[in-house]
């Protein structure tokens, strides 16, 4: 929420905080050198402050400097600033830098001290509570897309300009269920930087009776606070949906609260001063670092291929976004905090010793200033090695620990909204990084401006709708029309703007096949000769047509057809290891969901409302009860067989009930989010056929549906189970893992795609089929199209191949699950240029 957690003085006397026995006498912290008569380090700092508080670290772990008459001591080393805002909190409030904050913030929960301060806090707190917060992340998602819709391709985005009105909005909506007009936006944003400057001037004069002189800094200072009122009161008026809800909104809560010390309601005058400080703290650091994220992911497109790509593994197309759904991305969380670690916000925040403190080996007097700045502390060389290299990857090892990461401060006074804060840059980055591809205008790369905060100014970028093909010079115009994030993930690339990763041009290419609807000159590789279990399989398929009519998914005149399919060679070919059971369940498991896929080519696919009667009830089935779909609770068995419904649903019951059995919390949890995931395409497509959104839809829309539509990621599940163990944690936490089966799950995909071709176009439904998509969107031939789908599909493979060689060399206890999914492709090819599944017959159109 916001990085300015610092607090005004207190209403209680202090109190000694604890110190341990000393071996060796305190000592007076070194001066630092290069002051100047009369104006001491002020020039210095002025001049270059980040740089000049990252080089006092050299000298101490506390450093005194001085700012003309005034003495300050710097506070260098990461654990002596936690020991500073943790245990010496009582004893050292905050300082000269915050005193001036309270003009605007008043005495609200940013300002206030002691007893004061926590029941104020404890107050706000329910607002921010984790059962808050996925009302809020689904706000900070509308909001995001809201906005995002209104940018147009070829638009050049002020980037901070852009990300401060978005994060405006969201406090506004989310907090406060408020909508503020345009000119309170406006005016809002242009009074930032002149309370921003104030405060930093004011900090710094000699004698506070200075900030009441009519000088222009102090004027416009006045001016911007009383904007930020202004506001403010537009916001807090109770005229919204949830304001009459108990708590509903955060001056609702406020309104219904007792102050403990008077035992009387809060006045309007502390709704307001509690709203000022969510406005002021809770929009500009956000801001700012959601434009930092977006610049570091233009000079890393590597970095973005892997968080689009974990962002499609995790939170798919078409699935809101729940706390549980953010949980789950993990590198998308690495690269956050790398760049909450590279551009914090704060460039620095004072506290006041009241008395003599000891801290670390130094002897701090009484009135003694404490400076400390987060963004050097945050790239001290002696903490995070190469300290200015944007590097995500350091994260995953843990960083270099909690008391070296304050970006949020550390105790009593640790900022309240950090949940909010990380749920708002992680929502907000996906909804954009989605939609939009931005590429850096040329000499418009963000730069850093210091004031109390880091900001970052200069940024524009031109839109190009994701999806949407950036030429490139060694490029033909038609056939390199598609390229996947996934496949774009190579560590170590740096391209900058126009060049960016060949991320998410539309994840399109494919291997020749022997029935390939359109003929391409080049020969076709022999398909892979089935296991030698002819019997076996025979028998699973006899087995699985009893099943079927059994459970009455067909008739027995359907089975005819269906039997031609022979999808117990596509799982004899995919899991060769796979027998008794095991065997049976796979087969079951691929007829079933071919059976449900056929479905959606009727009235449901183009029904929503039909569409969503038929999955909710399946997905319901993956948890212990229908209320919650989010994978928050355990998903156990199934429970006890529906005893009514539709024959679908009674044998996914089934289905379930089998693959469950035996396996471990965690695989069921997996399994369980990955077949949701599956299902919820089929809803999903059908309201872009109701809405005829469908030939409007690009190819990232197209992919990012098909990918978890494909059921590729369960079937890769099933692997553990034919294994009869998990893969190895570790191995599943690699995010070289993530796009290895993103990889599969696109190659698959997209060989179905070039099969079912003639099919699907003879649908009377509109179908997302990726050739058909690219000579839509790209104007290209169909000779062309099926050349790129295809090629596509060769560097899929391609890169699998380097990442399985990569994570067999890192897990050799997992080699049996690496293989398993280079199997399962080379399965889906084999079966699926010979099955008639996909032959076109003269009768008539389905």
Known sequence: MTLLTETRQRDLPPRTAPTALRTTPATVPPLAPGAVPGLGHAAALLRDPLGFLGSLSRHGGVVRIRLGPRTVCVVTDAPLVHTLLVALA??????????????????????????AHRDRRRIIQPAFGPDRMAEYVAVMHQVTEERARRWHPGQVLDVAKEMNHLALEIVTRSLFDARLSEDATLAFHQALPDLVKGQIVQSLYPHPALARLPLAVNRRFDAAVRVLNQVVDQAVRPTGTRSAERGGTLPALLRAATDPGTGRPLTEADVRSEAITMFGAGTETVSTTLTWLLDELLRHPEVEARVLAELDEHLPAGAAPTPEALARLTYTRSVTQEVVRLHAPNAFLMRTAQVPVDLGPYRIPAGTELLYSLTALHRDPDRYPDPLRFRPERWQSGGAGR??????????????????????????????????????????????????????????????????????????????????RAGDDRAGEDRAGEDRARDDRAAVEAPPAARCPVSIPAPAPAAPQLPQRSGELRTAAARHAAWVVGRNLLTPPEMTRYGAYALHELIGHAFPRAHGADLDLLVDMLGWFTILDDRFDGPPGRRPVEARDVVDPLIDVLYRTGADRTGASAPVGAGPAPRSGDHVLRAWHDLWSRQAQGMSPNWRARAAREWQACLETFPAEAEHRAHGTVPALGL???MRLRRHGSCLYPFMNILERVHGADAPAALHAEPALHRLRANTADAATLINDLYSLEREERQSAAAFNTVLTLQRIRGCTRS?????????????????????????????????????????????QAWTSTSDRYLVTDGPRT
């Open 403 to 484: 008391h070296s990461f304050l970006p949020f401060g550390a105790g009593k006074h640790k900022c309240i909204g950090e949940a909010f804060a990380w749920a708002e840059l992680t929502v907000a980055a996906a909804a954009i990084l989605r939609r939009w591809r931005p590429v850096a205008v040329p000499g418009a790369r963000a730069r850093e401006v210091v004031w109390t905060t880091v900001q970052a100014h200069g940024l524009r970028v031109r839109l190009t709708p994701r999806g949407a093909r950036v030429p490139r010079p060694d490029s033909p115009p038609d056939d390199r029309v598609g390229e996947g």
């Open 90 to 115: 009582y004893n050292c409030p905050r300082g000269a830098v915050q005193d001036t904050l309270k003009t605007a913030f008043g005495d609200g929960l940013l300002m206030s001290e002691g007893q």
């Open 700 to 702: 990232p829309e197209t």
């Open 784 to 828: 062309r199209a099926v050349g790129a789908v295809r090629s596509r599909v060769a560097r899929l493979r391609r890169e699998n191949d380097a990442l399985r060689s990569d994570l067999r060399h890192r897990h050799p206890a997992g080699r049996w699950y690496l293989d398993g999914t280079r199997e399962l492709i080379e399965g889906v």
